[in-house]
C-alpha cells in the first residue's frame, strides 16, 4: 500500500481541534443508536470541489504553525467540563390490545410525535402470494387515499386543515404510521381520529390503485437512467438471492402491473394488527393522557397474529463482480458483503459498538477516515467515499459507495480494497479511536436534541424490543470498549477477499482488466 500523504496543516490542526473542542457529528451517533441506514453517506461533488479549493487556498496563506500556537494559548478550553447529559426517561406501558408502548414527557414544545410500527415490510410481500413484489409499499401508499368516511379529497383536505404531518411508509423489515400534530384537544383528537381511520377502514379505491401504479411505473422506469438505483438493485439482488430481502420493497416493473386491492386488504388484515405492533410516543402529555391516547390508537386494531421471523441469509463465500453498462462518464461502486442482524443482547450490542468505532476510522463520512483521505486526498479518484452497516431484523448488508472516472474505476476499486484490507491486519491506531470515541460520544445528546429524534430512538428501540439500557449505557458502552476489541471486531465482521463488488458505468473495469492479460 501506498505511503498516505499527510498535510502537515491538516493533521496537526485537526487533533489538537478534536482534543480541544466536542466534536458535534450526528452520523457517528446514528451508527450505533440505529437510525437505519439504507446504504453509504455519498457526498455532493460540487459542494466537496468548494470545500477542497477553499481549503487549498486558506492552507497556501497560513502559516501552518500559527494556528496551532494561537490554539495552545487559549487556556479556557482547558477548563472545558467533561460532557453531562441526561437521556429521556422512558415509560413503558402495554395497552388492553396488547400493543407495546413507550412514552417520554417532552413538555418544552405543545407537540406530540406518534410512531406506530409492525413487523410487516416489503419482506413479507410474497407471503401474500408470489410475485407479490410492491404490495406493503403500496398498502403504505394507499392508506392516507381515503376511508368508508372521506375519500381521498376529503382526508387530504382534514390533514392539510389540522396543519398535521401524517403517513405511512413501508421499509424492508417494517411498516410505519407516523403522526406529528399540536398537543392540545381541538388539534390531536381529530388527527387521531384520522390515523385511526387510515388503519382500520381504508378503502383501497381501485380507481386510485390504477393511478397509483401507473405513475410508479414511470418511476421504476426513471430509475433505470439513476446508476446509484441501477448498482443499489444489482447489490441487494446478488447479495440475498431468494432472501426476501433481495426485492425492492416499490416493487419492479414486472409486478407491479399485477398488484389487485385484493393483496392490499389481505397484507392489512393481516400484518398491520395488534399483535404485530409497537406503539412509540413523545410530546406534550401527561402519562395518563399517553394513556388514553395509546388506548384510542389501538383498541379498534384487529388482534392478528405476531409475523414469523425472517429467514436468515446466506453470506457470500466467494467474491462477485456485475457490471452494468450505462452511458455515463462516471463509474458507480458499490461493494460489501453481509451484515449483522441489530444487536439485542449485551455481547452483540458491545461488538456493534466496536465495530461502528473501527468503521468510523476507517469508511466514516468524514475527511478523516482512512478511505476519505486515500482514495479521495492523496489518490485524487473521487469526491466522496464511505460505507455502512445497516442491521435490520435479519442480517442487514454492509456496503462501501463512491463514484470514480470510468478509466480509474479498476484503480479505485484496488486502492479501496488495499485500505480496508491494510486496516484489518494492522488495524486502527489508539489515537484514531480516541478521536473517533470522543466524537461518538460528545455528538451523542444530538440524537436525542428533538422531539422527533426522541421519538425515532423509542421507535426503533421498541420494534427491536431493545432494553432502556441500549440509550442509557450508551456512553459506558463506549468507554468500555478497548483498541484490541476495536480491531478483533473488524477483522471477524469484514471479509474484503469476499466482496460483492458492483460497477455501473461506460467501460466493465473486469473485462478491461482480462483484456491486458
Request: proline residues 5%.
Given at each position: 500500500?501506498?505511503?498516505?500523504?499527510?498535510?502537515?496543516?491538516?493533521t496537526a490542526l485537526t487533533r489538537q481541534i478534536h482534543r480541544k473542542y466536542l466534536s458535534i457529528s450526528y452520523l457517528g451517533a446514528s451508527m450505533i443508536l440505529g437510525a437505519v441506514l439504507s446504504g453509504p453517506t455519498y457526498i455532493n461533488a460540487a459542494y466537496a470541489a468548494d470545500i477542497e479549493d477553499s481549503y487549498r487556498d486558506s492552507a497556501a496563506s497560513v502559516d501552518a504553525t500559527a494556528p496551532i500556537a494561537a490554539l495552545s494559548?487559549?487556556?479556557?478550553?482547558?477548563?472545558?467540563?467533561?460532557?453531562?447529559?441526561?437521556?429521556?426517561?422512558?415509560?413503558?406501558?402495554?395497552?388492553?390490545?396488547?400493543?407495546?408502548?413507550?412514552?417520554?414527557?417532552?413538555?418544552?414544545?405543545?407537540?406530540?410525535?406518534?410512531?406506530?410500527?409492525?413487523?410487516?415490510?416489503?419482506?413479507?410481500?410474497?407471503?401474500?402470494?408470489?410475485?407479490?413484489?410492491?404490495?406493503?409499499?403500496?398498502?403504505?401508499?394507499?392508506?392516507?387515499?381515503?376511508?368508508?368516511?372521506?375519500?381521498?379529497?376529503?382526508?387530504?383536505?382534514?390533514?392539510?386543515?389540522?396543519?398535521?404531518?401524517?403517513?405511512?411508509?413501508?421499509?424492508?423489515?417494517?411498516?410505519?404510521?407516523?403522526?406529528?400534530?399540536?398537543?392540545?384537544?381541538?388539534?390531536?383528537?381529530?388527527?387521531?381520529?384520522?390515523?385511526?381511520?387510515?388503519?382500520?377502514?381504508?378503502?383501497?379505491?381501485?380507481?386510485?390503485?390504477?393511478?397509483?401504479?401507473?405513475?410508479?411505473?414511470?418511476?421504476?422506469?426513471?430509475?433505470?437512467?439513476?446508476?446509484?438505483?441501477?448498482?443499489?438493485?444489482?447489490?441487494?439482488?446478488?447479495?440475498?438471492?431468494?432472501?426476501?430481502?433481495?426485492?425492492?420493497?416499490?416493487?419492479?416493473?414486472?409486478?407491479?402491473?399485477?398488484?389487485?386491492?385484493?393483496?392490499?386488504?389481505?397484507?392489512?388484515?393481516?400484518?398491520?394488527?395488534?399483535?404485530?405492533?409497537?406503539?412509540?410516543?413523545?410530546?406534550?402529555?401527561?402519562?395518563?393522557?399517553?394513556?388514553?391516547?395509546?388506548?384510542?390508537?389501538?383498541?379498534?386494531?384487529?388482534?392478528?397474529?405476531?409475523?414469523?421471523?425472517?429467514?436468515?441469509?446466506?453470506?457470500?463465500?466467494?467474491?462477485?463482480?456485475?457490471?452494468?453498462?450505462?452511458?455515463?462518464?462516471?463509474?458507480?461502486?458499490?461493494?460489501?458483503?453481509?451484515?449483522?442482524?441489530?444487536?439485542?443482547?449485551?455481547?452483540?450490542?458491545?461488538?456493534?459498538?466496536?465495530?461502528?468505532?473501527?468503521?468510523?476510522?476507517?469508511?466514516?463520512?468524514?475527511?478523516?477516515?482512512?478511505?476519505?483521505?486515500?482514495?479521495?486526498?492523496?489518490?485524487?479518484?473521487?469526491?466522496?467515499?464511505?460505507?455502512?452497516?445497516?442491521?435490520?431484523?435479519?442480517?442487514?448488508?454492509?456496503?462501501?459507495?463512491?463514484?470514480?472516472?470510468?478509466?480509474?474505476?479498476?484503480?479505485?476499486?484496488?486502492?479501496?480494497?488495499?485500505?480496508?484490507?491494510?486496516?484489518?491486519?494492522?488495524?486502527?491506531?489508539?489515537?484514531?479511536?480516541?478521536?473517533?470515541?470522543?466524537?461518538?460520544?460528545?455528538?451523542?445528546?444530538?440524537?436525542?436534541?428533538?422531539?422527533?429524534?426522541?421519538?425515532?430512538?423509542?421507535?426503533?428501540?421498541?420494534?427491536?424490543?431493545?432494553?432502556?439500557?441500549?440509550?442509557?449505557?450508551?456512553?459506558?458502552?463506549?468507554?468500555?470498549?478497548?483498541?484490541?476489541?476495536?480491531?478483533?471486531?473488524?477483522?471477524?465482521?469484514?471479509?474484503?477477499?469476499?466482496?460483492?463488488?458492483?460497477?455501473?458505468?461506460?467501460?466493465?473495469?473486469?473485462?478491461?482488466?482480462?483484456?491486458?492479460?
Amino acid at each position: 500500500m501506498s505511503q498516505r500523504k499527510k498535510n502537515p496543516l491538516s493533521t496537526a490542526l485537526t487533533r489538537q481541534i478534536h482534543r480541544k473542542y466536542l466534536s458535534i457529528s450526528y452520523l457517528g451517533a446514528s451508527m450505533i443508536l440505529g437510525a437505519v441506514l439504507s446504504g453509504p453517506t455519498y457526498i455532493n461533488a460540487a459542494y466537496a470541489a468548494d470545500i477542497e479549493d477553499s481549503y487549498r487556498d486558506s492552507a497556501a496563506s497560513v502559516d501552518a504553525t500559527a494556528p496551532i500556537a494561537a490554539l495552545s494559548k487559549l487556556s479556557s478550553l482547558d477548563e472545558v467540563k467533561p460532557l453531562e447529559l441526561t437521556v429521556p426517561n422512558i415509560e413503558h406501558f402495554t395497552t388492553s390490545a396488547g400493543v407495546p408502548v413507550s412514552f417520554v414527557q417532552a413538555t418544552t414544545l405543545p407537540i406530540v410525535d406518534i410512531d406506530l410500527r409492525f413487523n410487516a415490510g416489503s419482506a413479507r410481500d410474497e407471503q401474500i402470494r408470489s410475485n407479490g413484489f410492491g404490495i406493503a409499499s403500496m398498502t403504505a401508499t394507499m392508506l392516507t387515499q381515503g376511508t368508508h368516511h372521506l375519500d381521498e379529497n376529503e382526508f387530504t383536505r382534514a390533514v392539510e386543515t389540522l396543519g398535521i404531518d401524517l403517513g405511512s411508509r413501508a421499509y424492508k423489515d417494517m411498516f410505519i404510521v407516523s403522526l406529528r400534530s399540536l398537543s392540545d384537544d381541538a388539534h390531536l383528537l381529530p388527527a387521531t381520529d384520522l390515523m385511526t381511520q387510515m388503519l382500520t377502514q381504508a378503502t383501497f379505491d381501485q380507481r386510485i390503485l390504477e393511478r397509483n401504479k401507473a405513475r410508479l411505473l414511470v418511476g421504476l422506469q426513471q430509475q433505470k437512467q439513476d446508476p446509484g438505483s441501477l448498482a443499489s438493485l444489482a447489490f441487494h439482488d446478488a447479495l440475498y438471492g431468494t432472501h426476501p430481502y433481495a426485492h425492492p420493497s416499490s416493487g419492479t416493473l414486472e409486478t407491479v402491473p399485477s398488484i389487485d386491492r385484493k393483496d392490499l386488504t389481505e397484507f392489512q388484515s393481516r400484518y398491520l394488527v395488534a399483535a404485530n405492533a409497537s406503539l412509540a410516543m413523545t410530546g406534550n402529555l401527561t402519562l395518563e393522557q399517553a394513556k388514553t391516547l395509546a388506548e384510542t390508537i389501538t383498541k379498534k386494531l384487529p388482534t392478528g397474529k405476531a409475523a414469523t421471523a425472517l429467514p436468515e441469509p446466506k453470506p457470500l463465500t466467494q467474491t462477485q463482480h456485475i457490471h452494468i453498462k450505462f452511458p455515463s462518464t462516471q463509474t458507480t461502486v458499490l461493494m460489501g458483503q453481509l451484515g449483522n442482524k441489530r444487536a439485542t443482547d449485551p455481547y452483540a450490542q458491545k461488538k456493534q459498538t466496536s465495530f461502528a468505532i473501527g468503521n468510523d476510522v476507517l469508511a466514516g463520512g468524514n475527511f478523516n477516515a482512512r478511505l476519505m483521505t486515500e482514495i479521495r486526498q492523496n489518490q485524487g479518484y473521487t469526491y466522496g467515499i464511505s460505507g455502512a452497516m445497516s442491521p435490520m431484523l435479519a442480517r442487514g448488508p454492509y456496503q462501501i459507495g463512491f463514484s470514480t472516472r470510468n478509466d480509474k474505476a479498476r484503480q479505485a476499486i484496488d486502492a479501496s480494497l488495499e485500505v480496508i484490507k491494510d486496516t484489518l491486519n494492522n488495524g486502527i491506531t489508539s489515537e484514531e479511536m480516541r478521536l473517533t470515541t470522543d466524537n461518538m460520544k460528545n455528538s451523542f445528546p444530538m440524537s436525542f436534541a428533538s422531539n422527533a429524534g426522541i421519538n425515532g430512538l423509542l421507535g426503533m428501540m421498541n420494534f427491536y424490543q431493545l432494553p432502556d439500557s441500549y440509550l442509557t449505557d450508551y456512553v459506558k458502552r463506549i468507554d468500555n470498549v478497548t483498541l484490541a476489541e476495536v480491531n478483533q471486531t473488524m477483522r471477524e465482521t469484514l471479509h474484503p477477499d469476499t466482496f460483492l463488488i458492483v460497477t455501473v458505468g461506460a467501460e466493465d473495469p473486469w473485462q478491461k482488466d482480462e483484456g491486458k492479460k
